[in-house]
C-alpha cells in the first residue's frame, strides 16, 4: 500500500520567511513525487516533479529516500504563495508509471504581508 | 500540457436521482482518472479509464455506484448512480499522457445531493 503523509493541516507565515511543507511518504517500490498547488478559484495544478529536480516559483522540493520524505521549500516567502498545496506519490514498473497518484491532505499555507 | 474541461461545473440534485458528469481533453491521450474531493477532505481515486477497456476501481467503490464511460481517447464519462447526501463532492478528471506519473487536471464538478 501507498500513503502520502502530511502533517501540517494549516502553515501561517511572514512575507519574506522561509517556508517548509512536509512531506513523508510510505511506498515499497519505486516512488515519483510530486507537489500540486491549488491557488484560490483555480484548478489543481503540478508544481513540482522530484524527477526534474527544478525550482519553480522559488520552490524546491528533494527526495530524500533514506527518510521517505519530499519536503517542499521556499527561502523567501511571498503572498502569491497563499493556497492549498498537495504532495502525491506514483509508483513505477520498468520504464512506465503507473500514473494514478496517491494525495496526502494537503497543507493550507498563508503567507501574511 | 492539456486543456480539460468538465461538464456539468456544478449541480445540485436529489437523492435517488443519477448524474453523468463528462470530460472532454483537447488532446489524445491513453490513461484517464476520475477522483473524487469530499468537504474538507484530500483527493481520492475513483477508477482508471483506459480507452478500450474496462475501467478499474479503487477499493471502496464499484461500477454499479460509478459506471465510467471511455468512448475514445478525449472523452469520458462518469455517472454518479443512486446518489445520496454522502456523495456530495468535488468530482474531478485528470489525464496522464507521458512516461512520468505526472497529470493534468479538470477544474471539477461540484455536485451537491439533498
Known amino acids: ?113 | 500540457s492539456a486543456v480539460i474541461s468538465q461538464k456539468p461545473s456544478r449541480d445540485i440534485c436529489q437523492r435517488g436521482t443519477s448524474l453523468t458528469i463528462q470530460c472532454q481533453v483537447d488532446s489524445q491521450v491513453t490513461m484517464m482518472f476520475w477522483y473524487r474531493q469530499q468537504p474538507g477532505q484530500s483527493l481520492t481515486l475513483i477508477a482508471t479509464a483506459n480507452q478500450g477497456s474496462e475501467a478499474t476501481y479503487e477499493s471502496g467503490f464499484v461500477i454499479d455506484k460509478f459506471p465510467i464511460s471511455r468512448p475514445n481517447l478525449t472523452f469520458s464519462t462518469l455517472t454518479v448512480s443512486n446518489m445520496s447526501p454522502e456523495d456530495s463532492s468535488i468530482y474531478l478528471c485528470s489525464v496522464h499522457f507521458n512516461t512520468w506519473g505526472e497529470q493534468y487536471f479538470g477544474p471539477g464538478t461540484r455536485l451537491t445531493v439533498t
Open chain 1, 1 to 113: 500500500a501507498q500513503r502520502v503523509t502530511q502533517p501540517e493541516k494549516l502553515l501561517s507565515v511572514f512575507k519574506g520567511a522561509p517556508v517548509e511543507l512536509k512531506c513523508n511518504y510510505s511506498y515499497s517500490g519505486s516512488p515519483e513525487l510530486f507537489w500540486y498547488v491549488q491557488y484560490s478559484r483555480q484548478r489543481l495544478q503540478l508544481l513540482l516533479r522530484h524527477i526534474s529536480r527544478e525550482s519553480i516559483k522559488g520552490f524546491t522540493a528533494d527526495l530524500n529516500k533514506g527518510e521517505t520524505s519530499f519536503h517542499l521549500k521556499k527561502p523567501f516567502a511571498q503572498e502569491e504563495d497563499s493556497a492549498m498545496y498537495y504532495c502525491a506519490l506514483s509508483g513505477r514498473a520498468g520504464g512506465t508509471s503507473y500514473g494514478k497518484l496517491t494525495f496526502g491532505q494537503g497543507t493550507i499555507l498563508t503567507v501574511h504581508p
